[in-house]
C-alpha cells in the first residue's frame, strides 16, 4: 500500500495578515473624502464668520446715518394748508387824532397762500442704547408761508393825491395779513398735524431697518 504523505501548506495568520492585497483606488477615495470633508468645514466657518460679521453690523444701528436719513425726508414730514382770504386796507393822514378829508387811501385785496408746518428734522437728535433707538424731536413749528402773488386782485381802490400809497403800505399790510392767517392755522391745530406727521415719518423710516428685537422711542 502506497502511503501518501500529505503537507500542511496552511499559512500562519502573521503572515496572511502581511500578504494582505494593496487597494490602491480605495486608499485615494479615503484620502478625496477626508479632503472634501476639511474643505467643507473650511467654508462652513468662512461663512459663519462672514455671518456673525454681519450680524454684528446689523445690530448696531449709526445715530448719525439715522440722522441723515432724517434730514432727507424733512419735506416729508410737515403738512401744507391753503387758504384764500380776502382783507380791506384803509388809511387816512390824521390831525390830533381825526381823519383828515380827501387824505383816505384804501383798497380789497384777494389772495391765495400757503402755510407749511412740522418739524425740522435737521435738528432731531438721535442716540442708540442697547437695543433701543432714541429719537428726540424739535418742536413743531411754522416752516414757510408763501403768497401766491398771480392769485393777487385788487377791489374797489381809492387813492388820494394828499396820501398816495406807498411800498410800505403793501409791505404792511402783507405782514399784518401774514400774522393773522399763521394765527388762524394755529387755532385749526396746524402745528399738532405737523408734529403728528413728522413722528409717522420717523416712524415709517427707521422702523424697518432695525434688526428683530430692537424698538424705537421717540421723545
Same mark, same amino acid.
Given at each position: ?93 390824521? !390831525? ?5 378829508? !380827501? ?58 393825491? !394828499? ?9 404792511? !399790510? ?46
Amino acid at each position: 500500500m502506497e502511503n501518501t504523505e500529505q503537507k500542511d501548506t496552511a499559512v500562519p495568520a502573521g503572515e496572511a495578515r502581511g500578504r494582505r492585497r494593496f487597494r490602491p483606488l480605495h486608499t485615494l477615495r479615503l484620502v478625496l473624502l477626508a479632503a472634501a470633508l476639511c474643505a467643507a468645514a473650511g467654508v462652513g466657518c468662512y461663512l459663519a464668520g462672514r455671518a456673525a460679521g454681519a450680524a454684528q453690523q446689523i445690530q448696531k444701528p449709526d445715530a448719525v446715518v439715522v440722522e441723515n436719513q432724517l434730514t432727507q425726508i424733512s419735506e416729508l414730514a410737515s403738512v401744507s394748508w391753503s387758504y384764500t382770504n380776502m382783507a380791506q386796507f384803509e388809511s387816512s393822514n390824521e !390831525f390830533y387824532g381825526m381823519a383828515v378829508p !380827501f387824505t383816505t387811501k384804501k383798497f380789497i385785496l384777494s389772495y391765495d397762500g400757503k402755510i407749511k408746518a412740522g418739524v425740522d428734522l435737521s435738528r432731531a437728535e438721535v442716540s442708540v442704547s442697547g437695543t433701543e433707538v432714541t429719537v428726540r424731536l424739535p418742536e413743531a413749528e411754522i416752516l414757510s408761508h408763501e403768497i401766491d402773488e398771480d392769485s393777487v386782485e385788487i377791489f374797489d381802490e381809492k387813492t388820494s393825491i !394828499f396820501n398816495p400809497f406807498t411800498v410800505e403800505d403793501f409791505t404792511a !399790510f402783507q405782514a399784518d395779513q401774514k400774522a393773522a392767517m399763521e394765527e388762524k392755522a394755529l387755532a385749526k391745530g396746524l402745528l399738532t398735524e405737523g408734529l403728528q406727521q413728522a413722528r409717522a415719518s420717523v416712524r415709517a423710516l427707521v422702523e424697518p431697518s432695525l434688526p428683530e428685537g430692537w424698538t424705537l422711542r421717540m421723545e
